[in-house]
């Protein structure tokens, strides 16, 4: 999957285009809505009856008992176990916000302590609606912050005169409640989108690996399908030569002996499959450096841009390295050099340079370069790599994936550009004993 492909779609149009699913089960609302319902019966006894202060007990007790019927009520008519749908899940945390502004109402508004309480509803709203909707229940909640500032029961207390706070006090307590509740809800929106894209970006890693892996695994299924197929043939044959021996008709003399024919032809093949499937799946599963490079760049030559390969070794270690077959490795380089050929003006240099330690390929084009802003940012998904081609401008996942799978195997990627007029250095290096195949890895150990 390269920059660009339609597969993977960003997450605000899946949001616009499927609005009738929900993220959160009923169930889960009615829990949390029983946890609020014990933990404000608690405090308003344990307020009134163990600290004393004096409250309007019986108002307190009927908007908690409200809650408590309307869970009842969802148990009763609704499965529970079924995902709520987003207006659905807006309106019950909405009642909810609502519940807890109307106690805070009767018991001091915002110079209650517990006020902060309010976020609450908003960020559960955040984890699990689309963005309008929370941005609506976090708009209420700051209007009915104002509210309930404005308009409130006295606050429970002790001594002859009631415990009322400056004005200046009670706006700063809305104003720091406000902007609590705006920040928190973007801070949390913005940390849940990272996360989903991340999960998007990972699951289409996983997506590709797995097809590599599906593409290297041609020649083991191969040799299944020759063990599997000796034991019918040797049916079809021993079948033929009863047919042969017991036949008068000479026409069915005749296609019994060809039926016995080529059934020896097929077990012949299969014999010599089955004797070459070692020797043939070692060759496979090594090769040359300058193999790996070729095979990445094989697909793109004649494409536009040239492509030179070079090899390059360091401190006096002349014979390139053997690699192990890896399909991260293939796909990362077939990714980065098909962006190179991508924005190239004419050519791309592929260079590979080793020592006894670390292999490290160089792939260089000479076209615009990264843009110092998007350079910044290179390895995040959704980030493309290059602007100002038409086309361009994809989803930015390849990067992200070839990145990804570059790490998996012990490597390292890093982006620069090649000289300040432009071009794009893309630089992968890699520990020598991660790629390695066995053989060269054995006499290493040695």
Request: net charge negative; charged share 20%.
């Amino acid at each position: 999957m390269q920059d660009g492909e339609p597969e993977w779609e960003d997450l605000a149009e899946q949001d616009r285009l499927n609005p009738i699913f929900g993220r959160i089960r009923l169930r889960t609302l009615v829990l949390l809505r029983w946890l609020a319902v014990g933990g404000q019966t608690a405090t308003v006894l344990g307020v009134h009856f163990a600290l004393g202060f004096e409250l309007p007990l019986i108002a307190c007790l009927a908007v908690i008992a409200a809650s408590a019927l309307l869970n009842v009520w969802l148990s009763l008519a609704l499965p529970l176990a079924r995902f709520a749908r987003d207006p659905e899940a807006a309106a019950q945390l909405g009642y909810d916000l609502v519940q807890l502004m109307v106690l805070l109402a009767l018991t001091g508004g915002l110079t209650n302590p517990f006020a902060i309480i309010m976020i609450a509803p908003v960020v559960i709203a955040v984890a699990c609606l689309p963005a309008r909707w929370w941005v609506a229940l976090a708009a209420l909640a700051i209007a009915g912050s104002l509210a309930i500032s404005l308009w409130h029961f006295p606050l429970p207390w002790r001594g002859p005169r009631e415990a009322i706070l400056p004005a200046t006090y009670q706006i700063g307590m809305w104003l720091a409640l406000a902007i609590t509740i705006a920040f928190t809800a973007v801070y949390a929106w913005r940390v849940g989108r990272e996360a989903k894209r991340m999960s998007t970006a990972l699951t289409a890693t996983q997506f590709v690996l797995a097809r590599e892996q599906r593409l290297s695994a041609l020649g083991a299924l191969s040799a299944a399908a020759a063990h599997e197929l000796g034991t019918p043939l040797a049916t079809i044959q021993l079948t033929a030569k009863e047919m042969l021996k017991f036949a008068e008709n000479e026409t069915v003399k005749e296609d019994a002996a060809l039926l016995v024919s080529q059934a020896e032809r097929c077990r012949d093949i299969l014999k010599r499959l089955s004797r070459t499937q070692e020797a043939s799946d070692r060759m496979h599963d090594r090769l040359t450096l300058r193999a790996a490079l070729e095979e990445a760049a094989a697909p793109l030559k004649g494409l536009g841009a040239e492509i030179g390969i070079h090899l390059n070794a360091l401190e006096g270690d002349p014979e390139p390295p053997v690699l192990q077959r890896r399909a991260e490795l293939l796909y990362a380089l077939g990714n980065f050099v098909e962006n190179a050929v991508d924005y190239a003006a004419s050519r791309v240099d592929i260079t590979g340079r080793w020592n006894g330690e670390r292999i490290t390929v160089e792939i260089e084009d000479d076209g615009p370069g990264f843009p110092p802003d998007v350079l910044a940012k290179l390895g995040e998904p959704y980030v493309t790599t290059r602007r100002g081609r038409e086309g361009s401008g994809g989803l930015g996942l390849g990067v992200f994936i070839a990145i990804t799978l570059t790490e998996r195997i012990g490597g390292r990627v890093d982006f620069s550009n090649a000289s300040p007029r432009g071009g794009a250095r893309v630089t992968l290096t890699w520990p020598r004993a991660a790629l390695a195949a066995r053989e060269e890895e054995a006499v290493a150990t040695a």
